[in-house]
């Protein structure tokens, strides 16, 4: 076993995923392993040149003013638990507005809640891009359409709308159990295949750890 997990850390920092894996329970599948994230990973919701998995995801939005750079999950340790989904939602300015300051509102679809997530803020005539971060997201399902808009208003009770980009985006991860669940083809393109003796392990019997009881 012990040559089996070193084999299995060694895949994991190849593949660039900072952590390590541990057998065990924790629901890990009898056989299998759980690989420990260390630092955040960034799940796109959105089509990425670079990121295979995400090759039928909806594109990025563009309009004269606003186009997205990044729509989806980090997938992170925080709030003092493990392996949970962070809300990304980043926006280029591609350029100035007319005014000298405008008033933004983005408004994120809530898994958990009728009631979307809102974030007020503003921009400055300088400013090159606008983001939000939102810890943390639960009850996200695998392959689930999630909205994403920016709206930008020349006035700060924002009833003048000047520009609005609605981002979709497409769900790679599940975690309506309480634990991670990965979309196959991440996990393919991360992990490859694991060997335990001469006995290939299928992608079911790797899971993320959580902190679940």
């Given at each position: ?115 979307n997530i809102v ?28 909205n994403m808009i ?14 609005k980009l609605n ?47």
């Amino acid at each position: 076993m012990k040559i089996l997990i070193n084999v299995m850390i060694t895949i994991l920092v190849v593949l660039n995923l900072t952590g390590c894996v541990i057998p065990g329970v924790h629901g890990i599948p009898n056989g299998g392993a759980a690989a420990i994230i260390r630092e955040p990973v960034w799940l796109s919701g959105i089509k990425t040149s670079d990121i295979g998995y995400s090759s039928n995801f909806p594109k990025a939005e563009e309009n004269e003013y606003l186009k997205t750079i990044k729509a989806g999950y980090w997938l992170a340790n925080t709030n003092g638990k493990r392996s949970q989904l962070v809300y990304y939602f980043k926006v280029k300015v591609k350029k100035p507005f007319s005014d000298q300051k405008v008033w933004t509102k983005m408004i994120l679809s809530n898994p958990s809640n009728i009631r979307n997530i809102v974030y007020t803020h503003y921009l400055n005539k300088t400013d090159k891009n606008t983001s939000a971060t939102h810890p943390t997201v639960s009850n996200v399902k695998l392959n689930q359409k999630y909205n994403m808009i920016l709206e930008v208003y020349s006035d700060k009770e924002r009833t003048k709308l000047i520009s609005k980009l609605n981002q979709n985006i497409i769900s790679p991860v599940d975690n309506t159990s309480g634990c991670i669940k990965l979309n196959k083809i991440f996990k393919e393109e991360q992990y490859g295949y694991l060997v335990d003796g001469k006995t290939i392990l299928t992608l079911d019997h790797l899971i993320i750890w959580c902190d679940k009881k």
